[in-house]
C-alpha cells in the first residue's frame, strides 16, 4: 500500500472542499485559530511515519482525550469502570443532561462530556498529581516530552465552563462524582487543553492498533482491554454521529471540537487528522471525509 | 481454527447457564416454544458448516429479517435509502415512539421497529407480490426453498399489533409511510414471521461476509454496500444493547425476540445462535454468551 | 353591568387585530371556512342572551366538545374515571405521544387528544347508539334539536387520522382502550365534528356555570362534581396554552381548533367566541383577546 | 361561616391521618423536624384571626417564598419578568432539567426550582443588600419584625446544592443568570430557609387575598397583578401536582418540602397549614387534605 501516494491524493481531493463547516465558537480560545489549517499523518503498525500539510503543528486535542483517560482509567480499574459509566451510545447531543436525568446519573458512555467528567473523577482519585501525572502519561505514550496543556485554552474552557459544571454538579447529585467538583473540572479543562500535532496524535493511539503495547513495546492495555475500547470507539466515539462515522468510515477513533480526529485500523495503521471547520454535529468536516477516502482508497476498514 | 472444538465448548460452558432469561411474552404464539433450546452453526467463507445443539431445528427470525429486507431495499434504492431512515443508533427501546416524535417521523435507523416498517413500506412500493417475492429472495440468499411463513405467528403478531399499530400510523402522519397502513403492516408481521434453522440463518447470511456474494455464489450487493451494512449492523443490530454487544463480542449482528442471533466476522465466518430465553434488553441470553465465548477463544473479533 | 356595550366595544378593538393567526390546515375541511368571521355570545346565570358579530353561525366545535363528553362520562364513572386519564396539565403539545410512553398510557388529562380518546372508548362502552346518544345529550343540554354532525368534516377527519390512529393504537397497546380502535376514534372524529352557533355553544356549557344545571333546569352533575370539572378546564383546558390562559384570562373554558372558545365564571356567566384563525398554539387568536377583554372591562376573573 | 368550629372539625378527622407521609430527606437539618406537627391558621379579609393545633410554631417555609420573591421581583419588572421565565405548569418534577434543556434556558414558571432561580438571580440584581433586603421586605408584609432565616437550614442546603447549581449553572449557560451563580444560589438557600409560623405566613399572604394591599395597608401589587400571580398559583403552585391541587381544592397556593402550605381565596380569606410529612410528590399529606376539606365544608372554591 503505498501510503505516501495515498495522502497525497486525499489532501488534494481535499482542497476542492476547503471552506466548508465552522470553527467552533463554544471555546472562544479556540476561535482564534486558522480555520484553513489541515493536516493528516498515518503511522503504520510498523512504524512508518506518512506526513502532509501541516501535521506537525499543534492544535489543541480536546475530547480525543476521553479516549486517553479512559484508557489510563481502565487501567486501574478494569471491567469495575462500568459501575459508574456505560458503553451504549447515547443517541443525542454530547452534552446532554436530559439522558442523564432518566439513567439516574449513569452517563451513557466515557465519550460524552458526562461519561469523561466521570472518569477525570476516577483519575483524581488514583493519580497523587493528577494534571501533572496525567501529562507524563501521555508523554509516555506518545515517546515525547513536548507535549503540554495550553494554558489559556485550560482557562477560556473555565471561564464558558457553565454547561460543564452543570453537568458536574448533576452528577455529583446523583453520587457519582467522588471529589470536589471544582477539583474535577480544573482537571477535566486541562485534559481538554493538551495541544499535540497530528503526527504525535497518531503516536499516542498507536498502542490501540498495537495490542495494547506503545511504540516503543510498553504495555498499557491487555489485547482484549484494547479490543474493548477499540469497539466502544467505534460504538460512541463522534457524538450522535457515531453511526454516521462508522457508516461511512468503518474504523474506530475520536474526535474533538479543535477539529481534530484520531482513528486506527488495529493491527494495520493509525492516523490523524486536523482541520479546524466542524460540520453541524461537532465533527472535523475534512477530516470526516479524509478518513472516508482512506477506507475508500484502501479498501481497509474494520467490515 | 478447529471450529468443532470450540463449539463443543462453548455448547458446554453454556449449559451451566442454561435456565437464564425469559422467553418473549409479547407474541403469545412465540411463547409456545421450549425455552430451554440451543443451538448455534458456524460457517467458514471456504464454505465448511459446523453445528451443535438443535442447529437445525425451525425457529422464528422475527427481528433479524430486518437484516434482510434492508439489505434488499439497499439493493433497489442504494444511498437514496437514508432518506427515509437514519444510521444512527437509537439509545432507546427498540419500540419506541418518543424519539420518532422529536424527531419528525424519520426512525434513527432501519432495525428499530419503526424504521423496519419504513424498510417495509420500500419493498411494498418496490415488490410486485411484496411476501410471496420476499419470501423468493430468503430462499435464494439461503439456498433452500424449504423456508416459509409461520402464519400462525403471523396472526398472533397481528392480533397483538397495537403497538406497531401506533408506530406505522404515527410514520404516515409525518409522510414516511407510502403505501395503505394495514398492508404494511401485513408484509412486516409476515417477514418477522419467517422460520429458518440456525444452519439457514448462518447461509442466508453468508453474503454479508462474502463482500456481497450468496454461498452459491449470487451477487447481492456490492462490496462497499456491504461494508456499510455490516458497520450499520455493528452500530444498531442490538436495539440499546448495541454498544454491549459491540463492546463483548466485536462483530457485526443482528438479533430477534425469538430468542436468534446472526453475526459474522467479515471474509472469516457467519454464525448463527439460538436460544429463546432473552434478558432484559430482549436478546437471547445464551446467544450473547456463546458469541463472547466465541470472540474469546478464536481472538476473532473486528477489533 | 352591562354586557351590550362591552360586547360592542370588544368587537370594535378587535377589529383591529382580525387577520391575526391562521386557520387550521390540520382537517382539510376546516381549512374551507370564511377565515374572517368572528362572533361572540354571553349568557348570563339569569338567563339573558347577548351576542354580536357572527354569533348565531355553525362552526366545527372540535376539541371543545371533549368538555362534553368527559362531563357526560364523569355522570357515569365519577372519580373512577380519573383511574383511565389523570388531571395533570401535560406541559406539552395537545397530540403528542411522549409523555404517554413515559406515563405508560395514562394520559395526563381528558383535554389532550389521548385523553379525549380513552373518554371516547368510555362512553363508547357506556351508551347504546354512541354517536346517535351522544348528539341526544347535545341537544338536550343546550336545548336545541338543531344541532347536528358535519359528516364531511368527520370523513375530513377520518381521512387524516393518522396521528389520532397512532395514539388510540398506542393506547390499546397499553390497555387503555377496551372498545375497536376503529369504533373509538369513529366516535371521536363524530364528536369533533359537531356544529353549533356561539349561543347554543354558551347554552350548552349553562350547566357548568349553573352548579351543574341546564338553563331548562335538568341536573347533570352535581355541585361538587360541576367545580371540579370548572377546575380541571382551568388547568388544561387550552393545550399548552393553559397557564397562558389561565394568566390572561382567569377563567376555566375549553377551546377547539376550529376557532371556537367556551368559558365561563360560576355563577356568573357563560361566553363563547369564534374566529377561526389561530395562534401558534393552536388556539383562537380573536377569541383569546376578546376574553382577556371581557375580564378587564368586567374585572370578573375568578382570581 | 363559624370557622372556628370548621377548624376544629378538620383538625379532629386530621387525627385519624395523622401518620401519612414521610418527612423530606434531601435536605439533612428540615428531617430533625418532628414530623407530628400540625397547624392551620386563617384570617379572614376582615382581619379576623382563627389558629388550631401547632399554628403559632416556627418552621421552614421553603418553596413557598417562591411566590414571595415572584411578587417582588413582579413589583420591580411587571410583564417584563415573563421575558426570562414562562406562565404554564410543568408536567414534570419540581428540579428537572430535561424540559429546561428542550426549552433553551427558559424555565416554565417560577415556582419550580429553575424558574425560582432566575427569580432570585433578579432581586440580586435589584436589591442593594439582596438577603437582607428581601428579609425586611418579608417583615413588613407580614407585619412582624420577628421573622428571620434559619441559617443552619440554609447551610445545609448549600452543603447539599449539587442539584440546584446544576441547574443553576445549567441556566448561566443559557445566559438566564445574569450574576455570579454562587451568590444567587446563597440567596437562594437563605430564601428557603425563612422560618414562619402558620399564622405568619397567612399574614405574609394576606396582599394576595386583599387586591394587592396588605394587612396593614401597604399596596404591594396592583388589582390586575395580584390576579395574575393567583392564577400562577392555582396553575402551577404545586409541583407536578398542581392539577391534582386545583381539581381538589379549587384555590391558589404555594406548597414546601418543609411540609406549609398557603392558599387563598380572593376577597375571603388567607390560609396557611404546616404538617412536615410530604406525599409521593412533596406536598405537605395533612395540609393537601385539610384545605380540600375546608373548601368542601364551606362550599367556598373560585369554581
Known amino acids: 500500500m503505498n501510503y505516501k501516494v495515498i495522502l497525497q491524493e486525499i489532501y488534494n481531493e481535499s482542497e476542492k472542499l476547503a471552506t466548508l463547516g465552522k470553527i467552533t465558537s463554544s471555546i472562544p480560545e ?46 486501574f480499574l478494569d471491567e469495575k469502570i462500568w459501575e459508574r459509566v456505560g458503553v451504549e451510545p447515547s443517541g443525542s447531543a454530547f452534552n446532554s443532561l436530559v439522558q442523564l436525568e432518566y439513567e439516574k446519573g449513569i452517563p451513557r458512555n466515557p465519550f460524552i462530556n458526562a461519561g469523561a467528567i466521570v472518569i477525570a473523577d476516577i483519575l483524581v482519585t488514583h493519580l497523587k498529581n493528577p494534571k501533572q501525572d496525567f501529562l507524563n502519561f501521555i508523554r509516555m505514550i506518545c515517546g515525547s516530552p513536548k507535549i503540554d496543556f495550553n494554558l489559556k485554552v485550560a482557562q477560556s474552557e473555565k471561564d464558558t465552563r457553565f454547561r ?67 469497539a466502544l470507539m467505534q460504538s460512541c466515539g463522534f457524538y450522535d454521529e457515531s453511526g454516521e462515522f462508522t457508516y461511512k468510515v468503518g474504523l474506530p477513533g475520536k474526535s474533538g471540537i479543535g477539529g481534530g480526529i484520531a482513528a486506527l485500523y488495529p493491527k ?16 472535523s468536516e475534512l477530516g470526516m471525509n479524509a478518513l472516508e477516502l482512506l477506507t475508500t482508497k484502501t479498501e481497509m476498514s474494520i467490515f
Not at 61 to 69: M, N, V
Open 268 to 283: 494495520n495503521f493509525v492516523v490523524a487528522t486536523w482541520s479546524p471547520r466542524l460540520n453541524q454535529k461537532g465533527n
Open 164 to 230: 460543564n459544571a452543570a453537568l458536574a454538579n448533576f452528577l455529583k447529585s446523583f453520587g457519582n462524582i467522588h471529589n470536589d467538583v471544582d477539583e474535577v473540572l480544573d482537571f477535566y479543562f486541562h485534559q481538554c487543553a493538551i495541544e499535540m500535532t497530528c503526527k504525535e496524535l497518531a503516536h499516542s493511539f498507536f498502542f490501540f492498533a498495537n495490542e495494547g503495547k506503545t511504540k516503543a513495546g510498553v504495555p498499557i492495555l491487555t489485547k482484549s482491554q484494547v479490543k474493548r475500547l477499540n
Open 30 to 75: 479556540l476561535g482564534k485559530v486558522d480555520p484553513d489549517k489541515f493536516g493528516i499523518h498515518l503511522t503504520t503498525i510498523a512504524g512508518e511515519d506518512f506526513g502532509i500539510g501541516d501535521s506537525e503543528e499543534k492544535f489543541s486535542i480536546q475530547s480525543i482525550s476521553k479516549a486517553l483517560t479512559v484508557a489510563l482509567a481502565f487501567s
